[in-house]
DNA sequence: CTGAAAGCGCTTACAG
DNA sequence: CTGAAAGCGCTTACAG
């Protein structure tokens, strides 16, 4: 039988109200009885039942994250930053992990968020459906997707991806590479992908160069997805340089080159978006856009904390990147 | 206001009970009614409050698991393991992050576990101290530490890491290598660095062979561990090959002794232990005792299962691992 | 500074 | 097949 408030209370001849209030640091009380009654909830190991003080309460202050650890590598300064920021904050967070594109499982996930009545929920790496997000505005609770822009009726705290698409290219086409390449990601159907991928037609078409539309290959931000353009830009289409969707894109382009015995940067330039570790731990290292999820993942929260009170909207935040020069594109 | 039973009940006319009984599918009722109930309560978005439940059944079915996604990289198949046997058995689970030694953090997520009333803790990545341990002993929660094996009073489950470092020096003998480093981790503060250890030990005195103090070097499993052995071995202690202690470990060995004109394989051969993707994702593609931790991680979540009914203590379970030769050992 | 009491939303014998 | 009632363990006005 786990120990409970009323046991504490008989042993300290006190009410289970004055324990309570002591307990939890509410009230008023004398620090003498208080330091009693801490004593003994440690000797009988005492562990508040979260259910009945939620129930009791009505509110909590957890709030959810659902996220995917696949395909993409971001997630740990996301995190890194949504923990620090919870904790300095005295925020708890419960993670659930969904599969990329299983609409089901990421439902069910959210409705057992809301069964727990979390104050607030934040995808990282995933795009919820709009569906999704119509069952959580039913249900009242705020919603945020952060590390990635999304065109459906939520928040988000992402990078400037238009920006981002526009200032790799722009990077590129100043070291003087001419047919510049993009790849990994489906700039057609996803979102983040037809961002960047005005921004590159734009810098393209500000410095008088064509688009070619076989300039650019497909793909899911994974590791297979730039395994299979490096053998698309070897054996179809030459490009001096390639943009990779993400580092995961990057390392699978910076092998499949090296594969097919192309030299990077010698023969092809490239430059990674995102800038996480892999970018310091492939050879050549990898030039990246690098975006700051850390940051990211801490105005996450802090968003979160700012709404508690003001029921406004979440505004949609930008976070600003920068480009690291590494050896995957022509020094100068 | 929230949607409450109380709020279906009225409108379907008939009592509480009756509702939770249709809601839960327990006991009988019809299911001409039934589904009226169903339909009332999806109509007006009604979502069951866990807190009130749980507290009602004085029990739960969700279990927690705590891990950290630093400096290693095999989470994300244990993980895998984990959440799809606990879908299989309708279990929920809970995850929070912590951070490497950090005890007080650590404590801090157990507690919050041991609050929410997790009918059980998985530990992955992370060595939970004594301490813990008694506190969840204490507090009456299963607790099983999986990926790694641990010389404290819990239960886990992992591979033979006696064996590993046995079979991974083996096979390097076997190859034709005299002098065979072992880098990467704490060999006398790590328990399993220490197994490891000894197999090394066993397997290169069963070939006649010495083990010399100087060939290994201490580390914490990081990829930066790697880059410093990397140059150890290069200026201070020739080697023919060296096992390293983590992919991420042998990651650095491979960029150290590339960074230094050491070839691998042509110079030094180079076998890693864990066998992820990043050995898939390196070049040359790593050589690796591969471990099964996806089978881990469903074997975790059956442990536990298995153990609802009976109260026996959970066994260690030892799961089987292999040798998946790649690119950084000679070919023969 | 402390206590009695109501209430949070659900579940579960028990009785019918 | 259905309902009245007690109870899960806590919190919080309210009264003193």
Same mark, same amino acid.
């Given at each position: 039988?786990?120990?409970?408030?009323?046991?504490?209370?008989?042993?300290? &001849?006190?009410?289970?109200?004055?324990?309570?209030?002591?307990?939890?640091?509410?009230?008023?009380?004398?620090?003498?009885?208080?330091?009693?009654?801490?004593?003994?909830?440690?000797?009988?190991?005492?562990?508040?039942?979260?259910?009945?003080?939620?129930?009791?309460?009505?509110?909590?202050?957890?709030?959810?994250?659902?996220?995917?650890?696949?395909?993409?590598?971001?997630?740990?300064?996301?995190?890194?930053?949504?923990?620090?920021?919870?904790?300095?904050?005295?925020?708890?967070?419960?993670?659930?992990? &969904?599969?990329?594109?299983?609409?089901?499982?990421?439902?069910?996930?959210?409705?057992?968020?809301?069964?727990?009545?979390?104050? &607030?929920?934040?995808?990282?790496?995933?795009?919820?459906?709009?569906?999704?997000?119509?069952?959580?505005?039913?249900?009242?609770?705020?919603?945020?997707?952060?590390?990635?822009?999304?065109?459906?009726?939520?928040?988000?705290?992402?990078?400037?991806?238009?920006?981002?698409?526009?200032?790799?290219?722009?990077?590129?086409?100043?070291?003087?590479?001419?047919?510049?390449?993009?790849?990994?990601?489906?700039?057609?159907?996803?979102?983040?992908?037809?961002?960047?991928?005005?921004?590159?037609?734009?810098?393209?078409?500000?410095?008088?160069?064509?688009?070619?539309?076989?300039?650019?290959?497909?793909?899911?931000?994974?590791?297979?997805?730039?395994?299979?353009?490096?053998?698309?830009?070897?054996?179809?289409?030459?490009?001096?340089?390639?943009?990779?969707?993400?580092?995961?894109?990057?390392?699978?382009?910076?092998?499949?080159?090296?594969?097919?015995?192309?030299?990077?940067?010698?023969?092809?330039?490239?430059?990674?978006?995102?800038?996480?570790?892999?970018?310091?731990?492939?050879?050549?290292?990898?030039?990246?856009?690098?975006?700051?999820?850390?940051?990211?993942?801490?105005?996450?929260?802090?968003?979160?904390?700012?709404?508690?009170?003001?029921?406004?909207?979440?505004?949609?935040?930008?976070?600003?990147?920068?480009?690291?020069?590494?050896?995957?594109?022509?020094?100068?």
């Amino acid at each position: 039988m786990k120990a409970k408030i009323a046991d504490i209370a008989k042993i300290a &001849g006190l009410s289970v109200a004055s324990v309570s209030r002591i307990l939890n640091g509410r009230g008023r009380y004398s620090e003498e009885t208080a330091k009693r009654v801490r004593q003994i909830a440690d000797d009988i190991g005492y562990y508040k039942n979260r259910s009945a003080s939620d129930l009791a309460r009505q509110s909590n202050n957890t709030f959810g994250v659902v996220y995917t650890n696949s395909e993409t590598h971001f997630s740990e300064p996301l995190i890194k930053g949504i923990m620090g920021q919870a904790a300095t904050d005295k925020l708890d967070v419960i993670i659930m992990i &969904g599969k990329r594109d299983d609409e089901q499982g990421l439902t069910k996930i959210v409705q057992d968020m809301i069964e727990r009545r979390v104050f &607030g929920l934040l995808f990282l790496s995933i795009q919820p459906s709009q569906s999704i997000i119509d069952i959580l505005n039913h249900a009242n609770i705020r919603a945020l997707v952060v590390g990635s822009a999304t065109e459906h009726d939520v928040s988000y705290i992402s990078s400037d991806d238009f920006q981002i698409g526009y200032q790799a290219t722009q990077f590129l086409i100043d070291k003087g590479y001419q047919r510049i390449g993009l790849a990994g990601m489906d700039v057609q159907r996803d979102y983040v992908g037809l961002q960047r991928y005005q921004g590159y037609r734009q810098a393209l078409k500000e410095a008088n160069m064509k688009a070619a539309e076989g300039l650019v290959h497909s793909g899911n931000f994974s590791y297979h997805s730039g395994i299979t353009a490096a053998t698309y830009y070897t054996n179809e289409q030459s490009v001096d340089a390639v943009i990779g969707a993400s580092d995961e894109v990057s390392l699978g382009l910076l092998n499949g080159f090296h594969d097919l015995g192309v030299q990077v940067p010698k023969q092809v330039g490239l430059i990674s978006i995102d800038g996480t570790e892999l970018c310091e731990q492939s050879r050549p290292k990898m030039t990246s856009v690098t975006q700051n999820f850390q940051l990211m993942g801490t105005r996450a929260v802090r968003e979160f904390m700012a709404l508690e009170d003001s029921h406004n909207k979440i505004e949609t935040v930008t976070i600003p990147f920068e480009i690291e020069t590494r050896n995957t594109t022509k020094q100068d």
